[in-house]
T-cell receptor, first 114, second 112 residues
Framework: DGGITQSPKYLFRKEGQNVTLSCEQN?????MYWYRQDPGQGLRLIYY???????QKGDIAEGYSVSREKKESFPLTVTSAQKNPTAFYLC?????????????FGPGTRLTVT | DAKTTQPPSMDCAEGRAANLPCNHS???????VYWYRQIHSQGPQYIIH???NNETNEMASLIITEDRKSSTLILPHATLRDTAVYYC?????????????FGGGTRVLVKP
């Protein structure tokens, strides 16, 4: 089945540690995105990438880093500089070549930092 | 991107139509209306989108007013599985980076 995989579903870390969240897609989409969602809130864009080896900051990029070495993979690192890292993280992908420009989302990773 | 306004919550009876309103009075001529929904603790799911004509697919119908300042998402026969937060998003078809800006959405509770 085609789709987006995020792992793990739940992740626990101690404060001060960097942590990397995985996102893989087999939809052959060019563009990939990372969003953060806090309880009761909408999604906020962290980083996005329109093509391999290129990415741009979203609205809340501070304390996060990404890489896009392969078309199918877009890992997100939550660094110790992120002041409030506990959140629900969602990865998405899209194919800008299609008419609808809809985004497909993964199941999310719930990160808890204590 | 144009700002959207949605009611924070609404209830709907199972089997009845659910009509979800969205105001986007500052929408520009090249901006589309998109609807996504998010079931609890899952990733958002695309529902439908439109520019100015009414649209229908297997999930829902989208009614856009003639002046395009508001729209309504219609779930024709709501089921308990339709309980979710529904997001109305307005953006150009070719927005830089194809970004989506999610607001607070409408929390829809379908009751038996």
């Amino acid at each position: 089945d085609g789709g987006i995989t995020q792992s793990p579903k739940y992740l626990f870390r101690k404060e001060g540690q960097n942590v990397t969240l995985s996102c893989e897609q087999n939809l052959n989409h060019d563009a990939m995105y990372w969003y953060r969602q806090d309880p009761g809130q909408g999604l906020r864009l962290i980083y996005y990438s329109q093509i391999v080896n290129d990415f741009q900051k979203g609205d809340i990029a501070e304390g996060y880093s990404v890489s896009r070495e392969k078309k199918e993979s877009f890992p997100l690192t939550v660094t110790s500089a992120q002041k409030n890292p506990t959140a629900f993280y969602l990865c998405a992908s899209s194919n800008p070549g299609t008419l609808s420009y809809e985004q497909y989302f993964g199941p999310g990773t719930r990160l808890t930092v204590t | 991107d144009a700002k959207t306004t949605q009611p924070p919550s609404m209830d709907c009876a199972e089997g009845r139509a659910a009509n979800l309103p969205c105001n986007h009075s500052t929408i520009s001529g090249n901006e589309y209306v998109y609807w996504y929904r998010q079931i609890h603790s899952q990733g958002p799911q695309y529902i439908i989108h439109g520019l100015k004509n009414n649209e229908t697919n297997e999930m829902a119908s989208l009614i856009i007013t003639e002046d395009r300042k508001s729209s309504t998402l219609i779930l024709p026969h709501a089921t308990l599985r339709d309980t979710a937060v529904y997001y109305c998003i307005v953006r150009p078809a070719k927005a830089a980076g194809n970004k989506l800006t999610f607001g607070g959405g409408t929390r829809v509770l379908v009751k038996p």
